[in-house]
């Protein structure tokens, strides 16, 4: 099975690299794109709340979790994003589908283990801007990826402590072309930014048992503030265009642009719940991100600020019954949540947030308490007032989290 499994991870790490847009949304123009849901889609059926970790499932937001791992697991999702973009004249709509991460988790004892790739942020937009004398289309595409390795130590049987360490990497580019009426040519500006930097995350986790069965779960992590680096280049181009719309290049010219450095903000997580393990958990989080320092890679836009990101989820689930034999449904795990995000995108003097209820099902497949999990999200983005776009969305998510045991101690009589 390992020798499989490391084919399968870079397959699909491959496909991470090319295929990691997943988004429309216009408000992925801003910064490095849209923050793509760094969590599992069991994490992401529950409001996106990491503050609960068991020894089945990964824990890719808090890195302490992993230590709690008892089976070697790996998995892997993707999702479907279907988005309405509203303004106050028109509507469109538009569908994605992306892969989510791939990741392997190896407990050691007190030790644990865990690898991966994810894409982290995406760009992927169509706009146009229509004037009296002209139109002038803007598109872009790309995203950061990012590659992980964690290791965490369970310090106690109720403290744990994880850091992982992140190589993030990928490419943005951002195409302008401008056209007026009357004029057979038009004038193209393609911007393309190569970003590579590195970050790591710290985490803790304390789990404390009360009476009645109950246990206690709370987190803190902590991502410091790091440095990336942009490697710019810009490139502007005459074109000729047929009645048959068909484009040629008359003239192409790379204009020098410097390569820039750009403070990717620190942020931290607090989260706790209270549960019964094995049969219900309900907890909540807040996290602060300090995008307010954060800079656009290589051109000011006027109409923009960037202010500090708040995030608040609330979630949990629900298992009837754990160990039941004769009803498969009793044994399901039943999530759901809600989370409303302040997003620090501020465009037109109004502010970006972001709301979504989920909900989902762990269904178990297997004898080694692997499972499928299936996830939906209802939500909205923005608002269609002062000139933005409100975008209304349904993501469907699937997960596989299959486990194995590698090490296993073998006697002999």
Do not use: C
Not at 144 to 157: C, G, H, M, P
Not at 325 to 347: A, C, P
Request: proline fraction near 2%; hydrophobic fraction near 35%; glycine fraction near 10%.
């Amino acid at each position: 099975m390992l020798r499989n499994l490391f084919i399968v991870f870079i397959l699909l790490g491959i496909g991470v690299s090319q295929a990691q847009e997943g988004t429309v949304s216009p408000y992925s123009f801003y910064g490095i794109g849209t923050l793509k849901f760094k969590g599992t889609a069991e994490n992401r059926s529950m409001g996106g709340i990491s503050v609960y970790s068991d020894s089945i499932h990964l824990n890719i937001q808090n890195p302490a979790g992993i230590a709690n791992l008892r089976l070697v697991d790996f998995t892997i999702a993707a999702s479907h994003k279907r988005e309405t973009l509203n303004t106050e004249t028109q509507q469109e709509t538009a569908s994605t589908t992306s892969l989510d991460y791939v990741a392997v988790g190896i407990p050691m004892g007190r030790f644990g283990a865990s690898f991966g790739l994810i894409p982290y942020t995406a760009v992927g937009y169509q706009l146009q801007d229509d004037a009296p004398t002209g139109t002038t289309q803007y598109t872009g595409t790309g995203g950061l990826n990012k590659a992980f390795l964690t290791v965490a130590y369970r310090i106690t049987d109720e403290l744990s402590f994880g850091v992982d360490g992140n190589y993030n990497f990928g490419n943005i580019e951002n195409i302008a072309t401008a056209r007026q009426d009357g004029i057979q040519y038009s004038t193209r500006e393609q911007n393309r930014s190569d970003l590579l930097g590195f970050s790591f995350n710290l985490g803790v986790s304390y789990q404390k048992k009360l009476k009645d069965n109950l246990t206690l779960f709370t987190e803190l992590t902590y991502t410091p503030e790091t440095d990336f680096t942009s490697e710019n280049s810009r490139n502007i181009s005459t074109l000729l265009e047929s009645d048959t719309g068909a484009e040629a290049v008359i003239d192409s010219r790379d204009i020098k642009v410097g390569d820039t450095n750009f403070t990717f903000p620190s942020q931290w997580t607090i989260g706790a719940g209270i549960g019964e393990v094995k049969s219900w958990f309900i907890g909540a989080e807040y996290t602060d991100q300090k995008t307010s320092n954060f800079t656009n890679r290589t051109f000011d836009i006027s109409n923009v600020e960037f202010k500090d990101a708040s995030k608040y989820r609330i979630g949990g689930f629900y298992i009837p019954n754990y160990n039941s034999l004769g009803n498969y449904w009793q044994r399901v795990v039943y999530r759901g949540g809600f989370r409303f995000e302040e997003t620090g995108i501020n465009v037109n003097g109004q502010d970006i947030n972001e709301f979504g209820i989920s909900f989902g099902v762990g269904l178990p497949v297997g004898r080694l308490f692997s499972n499928v999990n299936i996830g939906f999200e209802i939500g909205t983005r923005g608002t269609k007032d002062f000139g933005l776009v409100k975008e209304n969305f349904f993501n469907t998510f699937l997960s596989l989290s299959l486990n194995d045991r590698w090490f296993e101690k073998r006697y002999y009589e």
